[in-house]
C-alpha cells in the first residue's frame, strides 16, 4: 500500500508524521509524508521553533509528485494537525487529484481539534474548516469522543450517545468513524475504550487506561487504523490491530519513564501485534 500523508513534522519527539510514518513503513508499507509545518518539538511544551509552512509550499510539494506521474498509485490519503486554516485547500485538492487518478483511494482524516482535558487547542478558525469542509469528503475519521461531539454538536458520553454521534457523523459523509477515546460513565474504573463505527456495525475494545499524556498516539492510531482497514477490509480486525499496537507503545512509554513516545523502541507491537484484547460488537 502507498500512503500520501499530509501532517506535521518535528525533529525532537513523535507527533504527525514524526509518528505515522515508521509504524506504516514498519508494517512494509510505502509512505510519502508530505510537512505542514516543520517545528523543533511539539506545541506541548509551550514553546517551540521552526516554521509554519505556507499552504502554496505544502501545494507545491503536492504537485511535484503529481509531476513525477505518480498519484494513480496512492491508495490512502491520510491527515493530521493542520497548523494553519489554509492547509485545508491544499488537503482536499490533494485528495480530489489523487481520487481523481484512482478512485478506490480513500482519505483519512483526523481532525485534530483538542480533547476533554485542554479543550481546544488549534487555531479556532480550524475546527468549524474541519466539520464543514474536510469530513464530508473523508471516507474514514478517527475523531476523540471530544472532537466527536464538535463534530456532530453532541456531548456523547455514554455508549448509545456515542453510536448515535458516530452515525451523525457518518450522515456527513465518511463511511467509518473510529472513535478513539470512549469514556463513558458505566464502564468499568480505570479503563478507556476504542469504537469502529460504520454502516455495517460496531465494535468496541477496552484496555486499561495508563496513567499518562502521550502526544502523537492518535497520530499513530490513525495510521495504523488505516493500514488494517485496507489490509483487511474488516473494521474489527482493523480495531484489534490497532489497539494491541497502540497499547503496548504506550505501555513501552510508561515503563522507559520518557514523555516522548517509544516508537522505535515498540517497533515489533506494529510489526507483530498481540491482539490481546477482546472486541465486543455492540451493534
Known sequence: MKVLSIQSSVAYGHVGNSAAVFPLQRLGHEVWPVS???????????????PLLPPTDVAEVITG??????????DAVLS??????????????????VKAANP??????????GNATSGCFVDPAIPPIIRERVV????VITPNQFELGFLTGTEPR???????????????????????????????????EMMAVTGEGAWIVQTPRLPMKANGSGDVTAALFTAH????????QA??????????????????????????AAQDAFARPQMQFEVTQVR
Open 136 to 139: 464530508p469528503v473523508a471516507d
Open 158 to 192: 455514554t455508549l448509545e450517545e456515542t453510536l448515535d454521534s458516530a452515525d451523525r457523523a457518518m450522515a456527513m459523509g465518511p463511511s467509518t468513524v473510529l472513535v478513539t477515546s470512549v469514556a463513558r460513565p458505566d464502564a468499568p474504573a480505570d479503563t478507556i
Open 65 to 74: 509528485i503529481e509531476d513525477r506521474g505518480v498519484l494513480g498509485q496512492v
Open 239 to 264: 480495531l484489534a490491530a490497532t489497539v494491541s499496537s497502540v497499547f503496548d507503545l504506550l505501555q513501552a512509554t510508561l515503563d522507559s519513564g520518557e514523555r516522548e513516545l517509544r516508537l522505535i
Open 229 to 236: 482497514l485496507h489490509t483487511t477490509g474488516s473494521p474489527a
Open 80 to 97: 493530521g494537525y493542520q497548523g494553519g486554516s489554509g492547509i485545508a485547500d491544499v488537503i482536499l485538492d490533494a485528495v480530489a487529484r
Open 36 to 50: 505542514t509545518v516543520v517545528f523543533s518539538n511539539h506545541t506541548g511544551y509551550g514553546a517551540w521553533r521552526g
Open 104 to 113: 478506490a483511494a480513500t482519505y483519512t482524516c483526523d481532525p485534530v481539534m
